[in-house]
């Protein structure tokens, strides 16, 4: 492991800051079976543990601003960049499977005691099938806007349904027929804040900014997201949002359920009274409304005090 | 002869030269191409090859794992690329596979025979107790890691079967997919029910499909 320098923190003359936005205290590295996954921790190395998950075509410093707040009420917040993003390295292959087995080679790095689990869209049903998987290991579960329901296809009829998979299935083949020499656009910090923008239409500019020096690297063409241009919003497979649901009434580690009331491209949707009849007992959702997707970034004070609420 | 599908370098075979509309073999999960035109596929009257999937055989064997039958998908899809138009015929999972890409590329595969072979039950309708797939001791290729994650992929017979319809609606074929296998998991029985679906032994789907033109 190692302790962040001033010189990591300094980052670049001129580079974004963020109101209450701060480096973490040490980055690592862990190896999944050959593929090296970025780690990044805020707080004393012996306070209990948060395993904290981003969401998909996220990254960990997205919780610059939200994991110091926690580590400051006495955690230690561990987070990685899931494969293929941030700065952990981009895989041959992706696979919900995959990210399951990486949360639990990190939290593996990390103790053997029992953590609290916080997780963000994807990775709050991530870290819901490692609770459902590892019971043993985990306290507390909190799931951030990161509880499915929604079908990618609403029903339609048959034929229609038929075109709908058709181009998602042409789509996504295509795509990967090109994905060997893909590379991501290269712009200006204000293009790659902008075009961030459009699928975070309620976060600041100033905070896409800031993340733009942490998620893309500066070619010397102009910044790129580090994303792997393998990855793609969208998708198919035989994934049923509904079996996430079926599962949730077994969960043993109470459940802290946050949603926002506020609709936006990479929201979940997912209703409090959808959620209801498949919560474990004693489980308790809160729905920001005036929040989107991103409720920990909208509102980091808010959230961080119902989290410590609910964790101590 | 070496594709490229994304960072997967893979292997497909040229097991009989000729003309005419070639058969492309796809193999059962923890298998290989085989090294000549098995007998069973003789009577195919064009050329033959065969493909290697990720992790299997000649292919590269990716760090780490996370496959999933959409991506051995997209393995065959990159031979269709190259043969630019084939009848396909799967062993087990590469039976599934070629059902997949049957539908997702129905005026290039010109029928999609399914026969018994490893690989071909998958892990059932819905998913079982939640698990994290851990990688079984053992040297690759095969990957060990597809032996364990696509050993109990999920297969639900509605997701198999919008794949036959597709193919039905767009492959512009009498029967585009022919079964062979007698061992039926759930996926295969509801494929199996679709109309435009034929269950006959191998020689006769390889007539069924040689004669189409």
Known sequence: ????????????????????????????????????????????????????????????????????????????????????????????????????????????????????????????????????????????????????????????????????????????????????????????????????????????????????????RRDPDGWRWKIDPALRFGGFGPFRPEWHLERLPGLAAPLLGLLGGQQEPMGWDTTPEVLRPHLPPGARVERFEDAGHFIHIEQPEPVTKLVLEFLS | MRLQHAKVELALHALRKGSGRPLLLLHGLGERSPDAVPESASPWPGPVFALDFTGHGRSSVPASGGYTAEILMGDADAALTQLEAATLLGRGLGAYVALLLAGARPRQVRGAILCDGPGLAGGGDRPGTPHVALPAPGSSPPDPFVLVELARDVRPPDYATSFVRQANQLAGLPHPVCVCARERPDWLRAVVAEPGVESAPLPEALALYADES
């Open chain 1, 1 to 216: 492991m190692r302790e962040v320098t001033s010189a990591d923190a300094k980052g670049e003359p001129g580079a974004p800051s963020y109101p209450g936005a701060r480096t973490p205290d040490r980055l690592r590295s862990v190896d999944s079976f050959g593929l090296r996954l970025a780690v990044y921790e805020w707080g004393e190395t012996g306070a209990p543990v948060i395993l904290l998950a981003h969401g998909g075509f996220d990254f960990a410093r997205t919780f610059d601003v939200f994991a110091p707040l926690l580590a400051a009420a006495g955690y230690r917040v561990v987070s990685w960049d899931h494969r293929g993003h941030g700065d952990s390295a981009h895989a041959a292959l992706y696979s919900w499977e995959a990210d399951v087995r990486d949360a639990l080679l990190v939290l593996e790095s990390t103790t053997r005691e029992p953590v609290h689990l916080i997780g963000h869209s994807k990775g709050g049903a991530v870290l819901t099938q490692l609770a459902l998987t590892m019971p043993h290991r985990v306290r507390r579960l909190v799931s951030i806007d990161g509880m499915p329901s929604r079908r990618a296809h609403p029903d339609v009829a048959d034929h229609e349904r038929t075109r709908l998979l058709a181009e998602d299935l042409a789509g996504w083949l295509d795509h990967r027929r090109r994905a060997a020499h893909l590379v991501r656009k290269p712009g200006t910090l204000d293009d790659l804040a902008r075009r961030r923008g459009r699928m975070n239409p309620r976060l600041p500019l100033e905070w896409l900014r800031y993340l733009v020096t942490l998620g893309a």
